[in-house]
């Protein structure tokens, strides 16, 4: 059947324009407040899992650096209740925590257990619950030495964790110590996200040096690595340390070194620590947006509220793309 030389005509003109309207259609483009919050949220939420992993890997750590004299309670009391009398000083209620020992016949390994009961009190305030386990693979010193601390429905604060930490101790070449781990952690957050972190880090601590202005020695504890971090939402994005991050045994938060934050291999932040100086202080930097971070306290906080504002503003009815 032959068709009208006029049809073929407005078909194929019609065909034309609907290709350049394809083409020229603008791509939609990202919000840029939307990806400061989104990115700010993403190191919010890690700041918080990362500083109760520091701060309750610090208290159990004690207990392992009490093996001698658990070791020497335990020929007296047996295996449970075993926490040394001068601990009681770390806590408010001590009467809930048990401490047991496991020794295998030859002296290693050893497994401490501790049980923290409902509700455990530090002297500074912070609360910790649940059980975590030890185990020791050799003495202190040991090249090669591992120490695996897994947590058994442990609360930091509001903060659930479960999961395994895996630590292997050696000397290095100047007498400093090196701390290879690798954890496999799950946190639930007091809004219920939960963050799966598995990470891998070295931890150099240099022989004591001249410390603060008050007089103190103190080590300083180099740290490198990565963390891929999972959360309940179904977002991936990849901790990695860029600039190695310094700390002071006689400051509470670190001085130096910067953190990457990463989705599908592209950059969304940068969390810079420092240049040295110890503060409760870092700064986060988002499409050269720059947001203060207060890391004191028990929640990690970012300084986003101006560009919540600028969103809620966006959102008022009437306002299209937040003009006036």
């Avoid at 020929?75 to 601990?87: D, E, F, T």
């Avoid at 770390?90 to 002296?107: F, H």
């Avoid at 598995?198 to 008050?214: C, D, I, K, N, Y």
């Avoid at 490198?224 to 860029?242: A, C, L, M």
């Amino acid at each position: 059947m032959k068709r009208n030389p006029l049809v073929l005509a407005v078909i194929m003109l019609f065909s034309v324009f609907a290709c350049q309207d394809a083409i020229e259609e603008p791509s939609p483009v990202a919000d840029d407040t939307e990806v400061v919050l989104k990115s700010a949220e993403i190191a919010e939420n890690d700041l918080v899992a990362d500083a109760v992993f520091e701060e309750a890997n610090f208290e159990f750590g004690i207990f392992a650096q009490y093996e001698k004299v658990l070791r020497r309670m335990a020929n007296y009391k047996g295996s449970k209740n075993l926490k040394p009398g001068n601990m009681g000083n770390r806590y408010k209620n001590d009467s809930s925590i048990t401490v047991d020992l496991d020794i295998a016949e030859g002296g290693y390994p050893l497994t401490i257990t501790i049980d923290y009961g409902d509700e455990t009190t530090l002297k500074n305030g912070r609360v910790i619950s649940g059980v975590v386990s030890i185990e020791i693979s050799a003495p202190r010193r040991t090249d090669g030495a591992i120490r695996t601390t897994t947590y058994h429905e442990c609360m930091f604060d509001s903060v659930l964790f479960d999961g395994t930490y895996v630590q292997e101790f050696n000397t290095g070449d100047d007498s400093s110590i090196v701390v290879s781990s690798n954890s496999d952690v799950t946190f639930t957050l007091p809004d219920n996200t939960q963050l799966h972190r598995v990470g891998f880090h070295t931890r150099q601590w240099e022989p004591l040096v001249a410390g603060s202005e008050e007089g103190f020695e103190h080590r300083i504890i180099t740290i490198n690595g990565e963390t891929v971090v999972e959360r309940s939402d179904e977002t991936t994005w990849k901790r990695e340390i860029i600039d190695p991050i310094i700390k002071l045994t006689d400051c509470r938060y670190p001085v130096q070194g910067v953190v990457q934050f990463s989705m599908n291999e592209s950059e969304v932040a940068e969390l810079d620590y420092g240049t040295g100086v110890c503060d409760d202080k870092a700064v986060l930097t988002i499409n050269d947006e720059v947001i203060e971070i207060e890391l004191q306290g028990k929640k990690p906080k970012a300084d986003t509220e101006k560009y919540r504002n600028k969103k809620n503003s966006k959102n008022q009815p009437g306002n299209n793309g937040g003009g006036n």
